[in-house]
């Protein structure tokens, strides 16, 4: 199909191509939108068409649809849930509020497609039209939040495999490691010992903590205001339509969807968006503080710690020859403040609301979605190309374990804190080990000071006390 056609919408008519399911209300869009180049995400589309799709079956058994024109929009909206019209959507993220001119390229698809199989010309509207059909008992405001929550709540599926990816990496660079002890730091100073493979199951622990903590986030998702319509009081739908077109969509999605308790309040607020934002926001600022310590770990090697050795992935230099850096780990901590950021944004568009909805629900979901998308993607590449590659510096690890004045610390029970104090000052002056300085001033015998501070004694020091 070639050339185009005339679409005519309450401003006026235009001339549409003629090769795109897309209609009028798309190119006013298009148009009046070209600010970013960024399109919706694949996984609000399949949100949406399967809303259309739960939406069009609870009118069909209920008399809101008429069943020609019904069962051609349900066979568009499974097309489009299958992905075959992933390319029909050229709105611009940022858009019109509340995300109208996204909804209305949804309907015009659908609509387009759907006179596509009855046999009639894309744009005769008079027979299937995009306001009056695809969006029966509909409004952009009940249905863009209800498809970016479940457009959400999928994408967070693929988050948590993602993760489990990089917590399995982390996990088994603990057991690895177990044996390993080397000075711990606190405050970037010497501190007690650890082993390296405590410091790397911390890491695991830690993003599986956050995990865990991501339910009740989910829950917050699961409460949708599909059936709501215009402002929460399901105008122009037909009876029973809210709870069906629920269930419908539930099924369809495979998630336990709930009706809102108060349709109402799930118009106004956008506070469960916030809330998965503000997940993605610590998760964040975890994997900032995970890769900080393995660019200080791995740093040097001559000049830093050198503790370890990260994988050598690429040149890190244009200048100085032979110069590798921790770049996963550079481009994680980029990842991550881009994901703070995004939070900043989901933030402010969900205080922005005004009494019956919050038009600024595009940029809330955009940023949700973009954020986990991309911590998605890279988050097993980063196990891959960073973490399961990562090697320990045993001679490094050993050297910086044996000369941390912090290990004159389990003399303090014996000698007291301030004769221990003195003898710590000693040794930064000298150079020399508290160990030999201890000895040599008849405070500990060689056995006393092997059972205290030899290698097998510091080992212990790192298994945590009852």
């Known amino acids: 199909m070639v050339g185009s056609r005339p679409e005519k919408d309450s401003l006026g008519t235009r001339e ?3 090769d795109v399911y897309w209609g009028i209300q798309t190119l006013r869009a298009r148009d009046n939108f070209p600010v970013s180049g960024w399109t919706e995400s694949v996984h609000l589309i399949r949100a949406y068409a399967h809303l259309k799709l739960a939406a069009v079956r609870a009118n069909l058994e209920l008399g809101g649809i008429d069943e020609r024109r019904g069962r051609a929009i349900a066979q568009a909206a499974e097309e489009m849930a299958q992905g075959r019209f992933d390319r029909e959507f050229p709105v611009d993220v940022f858009q019109a509020g509340a995300g109208t001119s996204f909804h209305m390229n949804v309907n015009e698809v659908l609509a387009n497609r759907a006179l596509e199989i009855l046999g009639l010309p894309r744009g005769t509207y008079s027979e299937v039209s995009p306001n009056d059909h695809p969006n029966r008992g509909q409004s952009t405001n009940d249905t863009f939040p209800t498809a970016a929550q479940v457009a959400a709540l999928l994408a967070f599926q693929e988050l948590r495999s993602a993760l489990s990816t990089l917590i399995a990496s982390f996990r088994r660079k603990g057991a690895e490691f177990a044996g390993l002890p080397k000075a711990g ?3 970037l100073k010497d501190a007690m010992p650890v082993t390296l493979g405590q410091e790397f199951g911390a890491y695991a622990t830690v993003l599986e903590r956050l995990v865990e903590a991501l339910p009740p986030v989910e829950r917050a998702l699961l409460e949708v205001p599909l059936g709501g319509s215009a402002v929460g009081t399901g105008i122009n739908s037909v009876e029973g339509f809210r709870a069906k077109a629920v269930a419908h969509y539930a099924s369809l999605v495979g998630l336990p969807l709930r009706v809102a308790r108060d349709p109402f309040e799930t118009m106004q607020s956008r506070w469960p ?11 964040a600022l975890e994997l900032v503080r995970i890769s900080n310590d393995l660019r200080l770990l791995s740093s040097g090697p001559n000049t830093g710690l050198d503790e370890i050795r990260v994988p050598e992935i690429q040149p890190g230099s244009s200048i100085m020859p032979a110069k590798v850096n921790p770049s996963a780990a550079e481009c994680l901590a980029m990842l991550a403040f881009h994901v703070v950021g995004t939070d900043a944004a989901v933030g402010l568009a969900t205080q922005a ?15 949700v979605l973009s954020s986990i998308e991309l911590l998605t993607r890279y988050l097993p590449v980063f196990a891959r190309t960073c973490v399961d590659g990562i090697e320990p510096n045993r001679e490094q690890l050993e050297r910086h374990l044996l000369s941390s004045g912090a290990l004159a610390t389990v003399l303090t029970p014996r000698l007291g804190y301030l004769k221990v104090a003195e003898l710590v000052h000693a040794a930064e002056k000298t150079g020399r080990p508290v160990r030999a300085l201890a000895v040599e001033q008849g405070l500990l015998t060689e056995n006393e000071a092997e059972s205290l501070l030899g290698r097998a004694a510091l080992l212990k020091l790192t298994v945590p006390v009852p």
């Open 16 to 18: 549409v191509p003629g």
């Open 353 to 367: 609301g005004q009494l019956e909805i919050n038009v600024m629900m595009p940029l809330a979901a955009f940023e």
């Open 185 to 187: 730091r606190t405050h």
């Open 273 to 283: 968006l916030a809330s998965a934002s503000g997940w993605l926001r610590l998760l």
